[in-house]
């Protein structure tokens, strides 16, 4: 039971120290050494300073995991230990990497004697409470190889991990998961945003939402964070701007290839975008449309 991971961030340093806990060897690298100052002293934890430290200290057919934002981050990891695993190594994506770019992958290593699983996984930074939501995708001998850790890392051993098919199906499986999150979330923010703005029927959200939580059929873990947002912070002073990461673009495109209807998740894709400003011009020119009919436009704020 022991294995690599490279990256700490906060997906990385968790699971490392889910693994850690339950009685895995984890030997750990990190180009930032702050991360990797972060899980001194944790137990059955060593950190290595260089990929190829890491790969020496790592014996037998070596299990070695990726914790790297998508893209370059995994290309250059993946090029870099190429010369350093050994026929039989199995690498393990854990990242929200494209699922083409992962059958790609596990292609490119299968020829060189290496195996190679994509990753899906769920459960941010309350997975090393919790566990871990994982969905695998790889040959059946490679998710034989990880079992035991995925037994580790998931809420129990029997339960929340899944091997969901072929070298790919795993990351499919999690950008779809991401786009349903994408519906969800701009569902509640819409529900609580109609509930605030009828604010002649005083109705404490905060305390709603706390009582959505219990039997009701909306409750969920994206209700728990909302719940604790509105009766604890509030959302006033936060910037209107929601980031989209790549999954639900990535469903929506694939949603058009296979030509299967997916208005919500498309609709609170396209909301996302429009916080980040990109409606802004479309919005100028219709005001301005509006105004050619007898309309006024908005004049534009005066500076000071």
Not at 85 to 110: M, Q
Not at 253 to 265: D, H, K, M, N, T
Request: contains cysteine.
């Amino acid at each position: 039971m022991e294995l690599g991971i490279v990256g700490l961030g906060k997906m990385g340093a968790g699971m490392a120290r889910r693994l850690a806990r339950g009685g895995a060897r984890v030997v750990c690298y990190d180009q930032a050494s702050a991360a990797q100052e972060a899980l001194a002293g944790e137990a059955n934890v060593d950190c290595a300073e260089n990929l190829a430290a890491l790969c020496a200290r790592l014996a037998g057919e070596r299990v070695i995991v990726l914790s790297l934002p998508a893209g370059e981050a995994v290309e250059d990891t993946i090029r870099d230990l190429l010369p350093l695993c050994s026929s039989g190594d199995t690498v393990i994506d854990c990242g929200n990497s494209y699922y083409r770019d992962s059958k790609r992958r596990a292609l490119a290593l299968s020829q060189q004697g290496l195996r190679y699983i994509d990753a899906g996984v769920s459960g941010g930074v309350h997975g090393l409470e919790n566990g871990y939501c994982l969905m695998l995708g790889g040959t059946a001998r490679s998710i034989e190889i990880f079992e035991p850790f995925a037994r580790v890392l998931a809420p129990a051993p029997e339960r929340g991990w899944l091997h969901c098919g072929p070298s790919g199906a795993g990351h499919f499986a999690k950008m779809i998961h991401n786009g349903i999150e994408y519906g969800m979330m701009q569902a509640l923010a819409e529900g609580f945003a109609l509930l605030e703005a009828r604010r002649e029927l005083d109705i404490d959200v905060g305390r709603l939402a706390e009582t959505w939580r219990h039997g009701s059929v909306v409750r969920s873990w994206l209700l728990d964070l909302c719940a604790d947002i509105l009766m604890d912070e509030g959302v006033e002073g936060i910037a209107p701007i929601v980031a989209d990461s790549g999954e639900g673009r990535w469903t929506a495109l694939e949603a058009i290839e296979l030509g299967v209807p997916a208005p919500a998740i498309t609709a609170a894709l396209m909301n996302r975008f429009s916080s980040q400003g990109r409606s802004d011009y479309a919005r100028r020119l219709l005001a301005m449309m509006r105004a050619r009919f007898g309309g006024h436009p908005t004049e534009k704020p005066r500076p000071e």
